[in-house]
């Protein structure tokens, strides 16, 4: 794929479209390096930019384009004995190639709609069919990851359901994840006293707060 590519990939234009919208000049942005999946759809871009803020000053010039992403929270009531159970996946990652329990999560590479997205990689990743109506915002406004570097932003859901105790147990161990990508996903079902304990990157424990957050919020 040559950059060419990259600079129409949607994660490209919306990154250059939020830096005008903020009064930025752009004046010039090279292009570094560029990585692309299997399917042509864009991973991440190494740029350089020349950028002027509204106050005159220089923007820092590299940046790292990586685009949006989702993160959902799914919380099933048993309908049996009332307990709550939280889904999660298992895989392991390249940050240091262990073992990593997550909530489902996946980039907005090529669809702009954070909701459809997370639809998308619920099904993908555990399985589970919900709808848009199933889904809540914990945020209205995307979170950034990284601001002195990454234009990556987050957007956090969260989805409470109730199944049955066969239902429930339908949703753990199972395998899923893209193969062609090299995804190997196992879920896992957890009790909430748990979550924290298995969890050990910032976007989960975020998006499991906001979660509580809104919850202790509802109760008050």
């Known amino acids: 794929m040559n950059k060419e590519d990259f600079l129409n990939s949607l994660k490209y234009k919306q990154w250059l479209d939020s830096l005008i919208k903020e009064g930025n000049r752009i004046d010039k942005v090279d292009v570094l390096n560029s990585v692309h999946k299997s399917n042509g759809e864009s991973?991440?871009?190494?740029?350089k930019v020349d950028?002027?803020?509204?106050?005159?000053?220089?923007?820092?010039?590299i940046a790292l384009i990586r685009g949006h992403f989702v993160c959902i929270l799914v919380c099933i009531k048993e309908k049996e004995s009332g307990e709550e159970f939280f889904l999660l996946v298992e895989q392991r990652r390249i940050a240091d190639g262990s073992l990593?329990?997550?909530?489902?999560a996946g980039m907005c590479d090529s669809e702009a709609d954070p909701q459809l997205v997370a639809l998308k990689e619920m099904e993908e990743e555990t399985g589970l069919k919900i709808q848009k109506k199933d889904l809540i915002l914990l945020c209205e406004k995307g979170l950034h990851t990284s601001p002195g570097l990454l234009d990556e932003k987050g957007f956090f859901f969260a989805c409470d359901l109730e199944m049955t105790t066969k239902e429930l147990q339908s949703f753990h161990n199972r395998k899923t994840g893209a193969e062609e990508e090299n995804e190997h996903i196992t879920t896992k079902l957890c009790k909430e006293d748990e979550v924290l304990r298995l969890i050990k990157n910032t976007n989960?424990?975020?998006?499991?707060?906001?979660y509580k957050h809104r919850k202790n919020a509802g109760n008050s």
């Open 43 to 47: 991973l991440f871009g190494l740029v």
């Open 51 to 61: 950028a002027i803020t509204p106050e005159g000053k220089k923007l820092l010039p």
């Open 100 to 104: 990593f329990y997550e909530f489902p």
């Open 204 to 210: 989960g424990y975020l998006l499991y707060f906001l």
